[in-house]
């Protein structure tokens, strides 16, 4: 038992004065700033804006003919037999102009998911280059989780930079 005892102490020893050799060299990223703050982020933000844009001028111009079918279907000279025609294909055009709208923000959001999923692997591919390179043993995402870290373990600007040469690359 005290040989135990012994030889626990000394372990315990050798590892108060070699606790440099277990250290964990940790750090902290912020995927969301990331995301928002890189090229490639700002790059599909510009590109879904102009998809947004575009289906507005869809539905806008869409909305414009319901607005002159309505008004013919309003009009008191217009005769009884053509506002019926009227009418059905107002109804015709509504259900179009619904399908359209529900169809428009499908295709936004899908779109939104893929570019956002595509930047978020190659962040997290820039984060595992980095942490390769530096050593870093382990490194944190601040919103799953974290109440406090030190500013100095957080590797966000470098991720950025470092992603925004690869995705500048890519362009070329």
């Known amino acids: ?3 135990f005892f012994s030889g626990f102490v000394v372990l315990a020893a050798l590892l108060v004065l070699n606790s ?6 940790v750090a902290v990223v ?14 599909a933000k510009s590109m879904l804006q102009k998809i947004i844009e575009a ?16 008004q ?10 053509d506002k019926q025609q009227l009418e059905i294909e107002y109804q015709t055009k509504l259900r179009d102009l619904e399908r359209y709208k529900a169809d428009a923000t499908d295709d936004v959001v899908s779109k939104e998911r893929e570019y956002t ?3 978020i692997n190659g962040l997290v591919e820039t984060i595992k280059n980095i942490s390769q390179k530096e050593s870093i043993d382990l490194v944190f995402e601040v919103h ?3 109440v406090y870290w030190n500013d100095a373990l957080d590797i966000t600007p470098q991720v950025i930079k470092v ?10």
């Open 144 to 146: 799953q989780g974290l």
């Open 20 to 25: 440099n050799a277990f250290a964990l060299k």
């Open 55 to 70: 289906k507005k001028m869809v539905i806008d111009s869409k909305q414009q003919e319901l607005n002159t079918l309505s």
């Open 163 to 172: 992603y925004n040469k690869i995705y500048e690359q890519s362009k070329k």
């Open 30 to 43: 912020d995927l969301n700033k990331a995301l928002q703050d890189c090229q490639a982020g700002i790059d």
């Open 72 to 81: 013919k279907i309003q009009n008191p000279s217009t005769p009884k037999k």
């Open 1 to 3: 038992m005290r040989k």
């Open 117 to 119: 999923q595509n930047i």
